[in-house]
């Protein structure tokens, strides 16, 4: 199926959402959230803002949620894909952004593509990565799959899924066993390395090798390269960050940069890849629970005295809901009334019809979107935004820390306005007289917030195509990569090495669930599909159930066939795709097509306790063949 445009706004009567006159629209909005506030207190209201927008519209957002309601309950879709990456990093080194820049890696000796299908989901940053191959650099990639960036690499570790960490460890052995750490890197820059090597003591390569399905041969090349080379870059994506344990994931990759000082210089560094186009900005933006604009601490009281002082109100001196929090909290009747810009929850969230029946508890659901998505269908209010990437002004960040500006090449559809006249227009109705002359106004007010940002004007940024942060000269620019001062004479605060336990998957293998699935992404398809469901092209199929050619054997069931995929919380039907570059007990679906098969109703909500994302990548199921019925 495929969508189309929101034109008009929607109120919803008698259950069924009829057309309306923007001002019906934007008064049912307010009303419904002072109705909520009134009754509850602030904390009742939760915002999920938009990773596809630009960043003044995410600097918005968090301002609405923080001045006009007055809780820190605002979060984004970088909670399902890189927060475990941001967790980790800010624990390490006091910044989440990723360390490098993406000319690095054309500049590089070794790339370490780890649990990342780049050459579908990040085709602008594997375009460097093929240069860097060119230009002689050796790459390994770390994927249970043999995907088409692992097809580009010297060596392919085919990992068992969520083996990630024994992985990591027995590469972390088998270098400090050789002798080929980085002694006066880690005198100086780091903590605690006599108890990280003790705790990676028991993985030695036959373990590991027993563990991960890797052959010991591999992970020993893999050690050496890494550990000898020049300069190296390790770059992860999501079979790394959805996991129930990401962010102790992510430490074990970076526990290996510590190692061997590959961080803080120019060719050396760690590179989570961000998804959406803009979710690196809405976190810097501040529309995450725990963060103010320009990635400063809600906890600093100094941080919340600038922000107070500038805003003329009080800020929550503690964390806000994340978006999985703000989940259990309408399970329990704490979260009632919720703003959703563009954002597909029903569709996106792991456990789909756990989260159905969330959001069916609210007692106000605003959506505002560039679509009738299904999440939009069960609001009580739709507004019709304009789509930032070419219908507003404003700037994105990319996973590189690169501002970049966008412009406005096209007028919105029918009366779709820009999301952030919309957010001021229901800030009116709820006595804050808000008024941006364009983006620009908004992009000032936080620059003069957020140091990292000061030095970044609208035409600097167009003078110099871009500018990474942080940049807090007007004159000045700073290195390409972060942490250099780990280099130095004066280090900083020591970066510390984590000692992590590996701890499986919770969605168990048993004999009724015998396989296991992973879900991910393919070239052609955007995620829900929302945006990406309206065309048609030789290269599309749908939804696929992927097996390799042993389980389709096993299972007797061949290409094209349709199967039913089972897991502990759902069902589904779809044709059987047969691919080579699985490995036995390995089945991988998509999550681009849920209007016919819902991939998500099998996923399993199993999270993060440290940053709120679900182990999308790792459910038990089982596939059966269909018996015909005569
Ligand atoms: N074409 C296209 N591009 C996209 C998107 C899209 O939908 N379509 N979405 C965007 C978004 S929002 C995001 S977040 C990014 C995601 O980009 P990626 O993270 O690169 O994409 P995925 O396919 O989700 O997963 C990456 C890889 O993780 C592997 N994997 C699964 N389990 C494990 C494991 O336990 N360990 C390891 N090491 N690997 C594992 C999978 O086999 C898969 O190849 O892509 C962005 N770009
Ligand atoms: N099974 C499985 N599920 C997953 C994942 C997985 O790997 N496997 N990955 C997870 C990841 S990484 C992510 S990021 C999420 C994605 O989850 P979502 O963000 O919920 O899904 P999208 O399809 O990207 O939806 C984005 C919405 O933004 C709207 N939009 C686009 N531009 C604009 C704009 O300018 N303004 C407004 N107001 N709206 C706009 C689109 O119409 C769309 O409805 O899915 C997660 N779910
Ligand atoms: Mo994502």
Redesign the pocket.
């Known amino acids: 199926m495929s ?1 189309d445009r929101l034109t008009r706004p929607l109120v919803r009567e008698d259950g069924v959402l009829r057309e309306a006159s923007w001002e019906e629209a934007l008064d049912r909005a307010a009303e419904g959230f002072r109705r909520n506030i009134e009754a509850h207190g602030p904390d009742c209201f939760a915002m999920l803002s ?5 960043n003044e ?1 995410n600097y918005v957002g968090q301002k609405f949620t923080r001045v006009v309601v007055g809780t820190n309950n605002v979060d ?3 909670r ?3 927060a475990p990456s941001v967790a980790g990093l800010s624990a390490v080194f006091g910044s989440g952004g990723g360390t490098s820049s993406y000319q690095e890696v054309e500049d590089t000796d070794v790339i370490v593509m780890w649990g990342s299908a780049a050459r579908n989901a990040h085709p602008i940053f594997f375009h460097h990565v093929l240069k860097g191959l060119k230009k002689g650099a050796r790459m390994f990639a770390v994927d249970p799959r043999r995907t088409g960036t692992a097809q580009w690499a010297h060596r392919w570790l085919g990992l068992n899924v969520g083996t990630d960490i024994p992985l990591a460890h027995a590469v972390a052995r088998e270098i400090i066993h050789a002798g080929l750490h980085n002694r006066a890197f880690i005198e100086r820059a780091t903590a605690g390395f006599e108890e990280f090597a003790a705790s990676v003591e028991p993985w030695t390569l036959t373990v590991a090798e027993q563990v991960t399905g890797v052959p010991a041969e591999a992970i020993r090349e893999l050690a050496h390269t890494y550990a000898r080379a020049d300069r190296a870059q390790l770059v992860w994506t ?1 079979g790394i960050t ?1 996991h129930h344990n990401a962010t102790d994931n992510v430490r074990a990759l970076i526990n290996l940069s510590l190692l061997t000082g590959h961080v803080g210089r120019y060719g050396s560094g760690l590179s989570p890849l961000r ?2 186009n803009n ?1 690196q900005g809405g976190g810097d933006m501040g529309a995450i629970p725990n963060r103010l604009p320009g990635f400063q601490d809600i906890l600093d009281p100094t941080v919340r005295t600038r922000f107070e002082q500038a805003w003329n109100i009080g800020i929550q001196p503690r964390y806000g809901l994340n978006l999985t929090q703000m989940l259990e909290g309408m399970a329990e009747g704490e979260v009632t009334t919720c703003y959703l ?5 029903v ?4 456990d789909s019809l756990a989260c159905v029946k969330r959001l069916s508890m609210l007692d106000h659901l605003v959506v ?4 009738l ?1 299904k ?2 269908q069960m609001a009580d209010v739709v507004l019709p ?5 070419c ?2 002004d404003g700037t994105f960040t990319n996973s590189e820390r690169r501002v970049q500006r966008v412009r406005k090449a096209v007028e919105p559809p029918g009366e779709a306005r820009d ?1 952030i006249w919309i957010m001021c227009e229901i800030a009116r109705r709820l006595g804050h007289d808000w008024h941006y002359d364009g983006a620009e106004e908004v992009w000032n007010e936080l620059r003069a917030l957020s140091p990292a940002h000061q030095g970044m004007s609208y035409e600097r940024l167009a003078e110099l195509q871009g500018i990474q942060w942080p940049c807090p000269s007007l004159t000045e620019l700073e290195p390409p990569y972060l942490h250099g001062r780990l280099w130095t004479e004066n280090p900083g605060p020591p970066a510390p090495f984590g000692i992590l336990r590996h701890s499986p998957p919770v969605d168990l293998l048993d004999e009724e669930y015998p396989l296991r699935l992973t ?3 393919r070239l052609d398809s ?6 990406s469901s309206g065309f048609a092209s030789p290269l599309r199929r749908g939804e696929t159930i992927e097996l390799c050619p042993e389980d389709a054997v096993r299972l007797g069931v061949v290409e094209g066939e349709e199967v039913r995929i089972t897991s502990r919380r759902g069902s589904v039907i779809a044709p059987v795709y047969i691919d080579p570059a699985l490995r036995p007990g390995l089945v991988f ?3 681009h097509f849920p209007d016919e098969v819902d ?2 109703a099998l ?1 399993i909500e199993a999270t993060c306790p440290i940053a709120g994302t679900a182990e ?2 790792a459910a038990a199921v089982r596939v059966e063949k269909l018996v015909a019925v005569s």
């Open positions: 969508y938009c990773a596809r927008s630009t519209m984004s879709c970088n399902t894909c890189h999501l959805e998804g959406q979710v810009i563009g954002e597909n929850p569709q996106s969230e792991a505002q979107d560039i679509f998505t999440t939009a935004a304009s789509a930032a990437w219908e507003a999301d879900t991910g992404r955007y995620n829900t599909g929302v945006q679906m998509t999550m991939t998500n996923t999308f990548k």
